[in-house]
C-alpha cells in the first residue's frame, strides 16, 4: 500500500501547519490610532506580530509536507512507468488537485503573513483625517488553515493511489531485456 511510516510523519506534519494557521487567524495584528502627547499628529499602534511568525511557520511546514510526499512518490513523473489502472488515473487526477490546493494555501499563508508584516509608518501632522492602519484581512489565514486540510487529504489519497498502482507496475515485454533464445532445429 505505501509507507505507513510517511503518512504517519506527512500527517504530523500537515496537523503542525493547520494549527499554526489556525492560531495565526486568531493572533492577527490590530491597530488603533494614537495622539501624540503635544496633540500635533495621530500615528497607528500595532499590538502583537506573532501572526507573521505562525503564517511562515504553517508555510514551511505545509512545504516540507508536500516535498516529502512528491519525493517519496518521485514526483509522479520519475521512476519506472505504472499500471495502467484506475489507481494511475485517481492518482493523476490527485496529483493535479494536490498541487492545486497546496498552491492556493501556500499563497494565502504567504500574502497573509506578508500583509501582516506590514505596519502603516506615517503620520498625519495637522490633518483631519486620521491614517490608515491596515491589518491583514480577516479569513486570510483561515483560508490558508481550510487549504491546508484539504491539501492533507488529497495528498494522502494521492500517495496511496499511486502506491497501489506502483505495486503492480507495468512491466514491457514480460520483464525480459534481452532476445529470448531458443533451441534451433
Known amino acids: 500500500m505505501g509507507s505507513k511510516l510517511l503518512l504517519i510523519a506527512v500527517f ?3 496537523l503542525i501547519a493547520f494549527g499554526l494557521a489556525v492560531a495565526a487567524e486568531q493572533r ?17 499602534v500595532y499590538d502583537s506580530d506573532i501572526a507573521t511568525g505562525y503564517g511562515v511557520g504553517a508555510f514551511l511546514f505545509l512545504m516540507a509536507s508536500q516535498a516529502l510526499i512528491m519525493v517519496a512518490s518521485r514526483c509522479f513523473c520519475c521512476g519506472k512507468a505504472l499500471n495502467p489502472s484506475g489507481s494511475r488515473a485517481w492518482a ?22 506578508v500583509r501582516n508584516a506590514y505596519h502603516t509608518k506615517y503620520r498625519t501632522i495637522f490633518s483631519e483625517q486620521p491614517p490608515s492602519c491596515e491589518t491583514v484581512r480577516k479569513g486570510v ?3 490558508g ?12 489519497f494521492y500517495y496511496i493511489c499511486y ?3 506502483r505495486e503492480n507496475s507495468f512491466q514491457a515485454y514480460g520483464g525480459e531485456a534481452g532476445v529470448g ?5
Do not use: H, P
Request: net charge positive; proline share 0%; charged share 15%.
Open 12 to 14: 504530523v506534519l500537515d
Open 28 to 44: 492577527r495584528s490590530t491597530a488603533k490610532i494614537v495622539q501624540d502627547s503635544e496633540v500635533n499628529y495621530n500615528y497607528c
Open 92 to 113: 493523476v487526477i490527485l496529483f493535479i488537485i494536490c498541487w492545486l490546493f497546496f498552491l492556493i494555501a501556500e499563497i494565502c499563508l504567504l500574502a497573509g503573513s
Open 141 to 143: 489565514f483561515a483560508a
Open 145 to 156: 488553515a481550510a487549504f491546508i486540510f484539504l491539501t492533507a487529504i488529497v495528498n494522502k
Open 163 to 165: 502506491s497501489k498502482s
Open 181 to 185: 533464445m531458443g533451441t534451433y532445429k
